[in-house]
């Protein structure tokens, strides 16, 4: 197999100097596949599979044909999977963003004593985010480095210049991401604030000067009282973005038949970020709440509607405190979401508010309101919204105290597997098996690098999760061992993902590529061991902070979870979803359950590292792993 040379790949052509993505040999792709599933499917149905694969992959058959193909495409495009993968993760996706698709930063909970307190900090916030474009837009943020697994490589910084510059716009069959490139279109130089369920355009740059803290403050305190004058309020408009996407692609085409919603629309899709002012949401703010109403701003009697869903950046501030990000998730990963949160959270604690007291007067122009002209068939899709996504998300985040990274590092273990193993170690406790895994690891190394998927339901996972589940039979130095064999095998997993080896993107080359030359889908593709392998019942990430703060999601799939982790140094903050629809799942039950794991997990490190004897197959690991010849790792 061809083994990922960074130096050598780096691509001179590319002013990066970051290397392309590299094409991973077929025949490890399709071995790498049946060992995943072999392990998660009945036994009959495994057999079936295997002949389909092996067909395909025989030599001058159908694989090796649709292979070469992808390496031709390698040849001329920057990111061979970038456009395969943007429509199949996100684009094509027809759910409701809300939930379903976007992500969502919690800040720490502000005590804001009056409405002053908490227009000032919409002011300072502002402010920050106009500096941090500035440093986007003027090529000045720092490169980052990965950390971790195979540290000290420079990451794709790509995903930045989408944070505020970007759209997310909803089409019949797909949606389209459209980037505002400022030799095609202006520079965007307003924010939408949203206040009330209504939308309201910030200039931020008035005669080629930009707002200060005083002025922002005094705009948005404007913006404030246009938003309670009864008789001027208009339908909450921007339920239509929670709706699902053909629904909100068809309410669309009816609503820019008229010129006032056109020039609305543009101002929205035009726009910086929104920054939605919300009403005090009358629940306590406890981490899963703040969650929750992050997630969906608690539906259309709370703040639901307070929300434009398709833009990239909405930064939240409720009037008790809750306060965070909704993100658009197809321009950019949680981490680049986390990137631009802290800054933000560093600058507000950095530069104290430069607002002694509040602007009276001003000669700004006066913010504007967005008119909208709603026909009866949007009124209707407007009060037929439901609150189906509100009463179905089933939330739980809980910081274990137990212990964090610093206790999985002594024993000499990556945090990351070892939390990956406990996560399979839970679901094996409450539901009797293993399931398809889904682990995002980032491909920043790469050109146009997003994310593969680490599958973390390995058979070492299964043999060491039957172990701790049948206790009575197996000894605790045969069960440390197996521990090992879980962790080693994950981290070996990790390093081919993040060095573009792992299966699911390339999988999908293999498919999207036969697609669009017209051939008839292989049977790989139309198998149900296929089906299977990309519902992923489990579907977890790592997003870490250095400030007080967490990420979250929602499930991926009707019966399955979301499991977002933060691991600090002495605990570790995990953020559960499920759908109260499905019976088979409870995210209350998976993180008791977890936090069980995490101990049995302790105490078995505590009484069994010393005991067990490293042998070859579980030789600790020493620090990060390193890439063999073969792609495998030592
Ligand atoms: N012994 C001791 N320490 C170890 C170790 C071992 N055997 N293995 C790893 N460590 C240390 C690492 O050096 C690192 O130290 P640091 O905290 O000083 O940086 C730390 O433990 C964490 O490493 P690890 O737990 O192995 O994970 P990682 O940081 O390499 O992360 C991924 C793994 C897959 C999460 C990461 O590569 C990745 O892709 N992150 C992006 C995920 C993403 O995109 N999320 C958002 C999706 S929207």
């Known amino acids: 197999m061809p083994v990922l040379k960074r130096e050598q790949a780096r691509d001179v052509g590319d002013p990066s100097g970051l290397p392309k993505l590299p094409v991973p040999p077929l025949q490890q792709t399709l071995d790498m596949y049946l060992k995943c599933m072999s392990h998660l499917i009945p036994e009959e149905q495994f057999k079936k599979t295997m002949p389909i694969v092996e067909k395909f992959g025989a030599p001058g058959g159908m694989g090796e044909f649709l292979q070469k ?59 920050g985010v106009l500096e941090y474009k500035s440093l986007i837009d003027g090529r000045a943020l720092p490169v980052d480095y990965a950390r971790g697994q195979l540290a000290g490589t420079p990451l794709c910084m790509d995903q930045y210049n989408k944070v505020f510059n970007s759209y997310r716009l909803p089409g019949p069959k797909i949606d389209t991401l459209v980037a505002q490139k400022s030799t095609v279109m202006p520079e965007p130089e307003h924010i939408i604030v949203a206040c009330k369920n209504q939308f309201f355009v910030l200039d931020v740059v008035i005669n080629f000067r930009r707002l200060n803290e005083k002025d922002l403050y005094t705009q948005l305190e404007r913006i404030r009282k246009m938003a309670d004058i009864e008789e001027e309020c208009l339908p909450p408009i921007g339920l239509l973005t929670s709706d699902g996407r053909t629904q909100w692609a068809e309410a669309r085409s009816v609503l820019i038949k008229d010129s006032t919603n056109r020039d609305s629309l543009d101002m929205i899709e035009r726009c910086l970020c929104l920054v939605c002012l919300d009403e005090p949401s009358g629940t306590e703010l406890t981490d899963t709440n703040r969650a929750l109403l992050m997630l969906h701003g608690g539906g259309t009697d709370k703040n639901g509607g307070n929300r434009w869903y398709d833009k990239p950046m909405q930064f939240v501030i409720g009037a008790d405190g809750c306060c965070g990000v909704v993100c658009e998730h197809s321009p950019f990963e949680g981490i680049v979401l986390v990137q631009c949160s802290e800054y933000l959270l560093r600058y507000m604690r950095g530069s104290p508010s430069k607002l002694a007291r509040a602007a009276s007067m001003s000669e700004l122009p006066a913010p504007r309101r967005l008119r909208w002209k709603c026909s009866p068939d949007i009124q209707t899709v407007l009060t037929v919204n439901s609150h189906r996504l509100v009463k179905n998300l089933d939330m739980n985040v809980n910081k274990f105290t137990g212990y964090g990274k610093e206790f999985i590092k002594k024993q000499k273990m990556s945090p990351d597997a070892y939390i990956q193993v406990a996560l399979q170690f839970t679901f094996y406790r409450c539901h009797g098996r293993l399931v398809p895994t889904y682990e995002s690891a980032s491909i920043r190394r790469f050109q146009e690098g997003r994310v593969d998927n680490i599958r973390s339901s390995t058979p070492e996972a299964l043999a060491f999760v039957k172990a701790m589940a049948n206790s009575s039979k197996i000894t605790d130095a045969e069960k440390m061992e197996l521990l090992w064999t879980a962790i080693k095998a994950q981290t070996n997993y990790t390093i081919l993902a993040i060095t573009g080896m792992a299966i699911d993107n390339h999988l999908l080359g293999l498919r999207e590529i036969a697609k669009e030359l017209k051939l008839e889908k292989p049977e790989l593709f139309s198998d149900t061991t296929y089906a299977t392998s990309i519902h992923f019942i489990l579907s977890t990430s790592q997003v870490p902070t250095t400030e007080e703060m967490f990420c979250c999601y929602g499930p991926v799939v009707p019966n399955g979870y979301g499991a977002c982790y933060n691991p600090q140094t002495d605990h570790i903050i995990f953020c559960v979803s499920s759908f109260r629809e499905s019976a088979e799942t409870s995210s209350d039950l998976f993180v008791k359950t977890l936090e069980g794991c995490l101990k049995e997990m302790q105490d078995l490190c505590i009484k069994g590292n010393t005991e067990a004897k490293p042998t070859d197959s579980t030789e600790k690991m020493d620090g990060n792993a390193k890439v063999m010849k073969n792609g495998s790792k030592s």
Do not use: C, G
Request: proline share 5%.
């Open 69 to 127: 193909k992808l390496l031709e495409r390698s040849e001329h495009k920057a990111n061979w999977v970038y456009d395969y993968w943007l429509e199949d993760m996100y684009l094509s996706n027809r759910l409701a963003l809300p939930v379903n698709s976007s992500p969502v930063m919690v800040f720490p909970k502000q005590n804001f004593r009056s409405q002053s307190d908490t227009l000032r900090f919409a002011a300072h916030l502002i402010s």
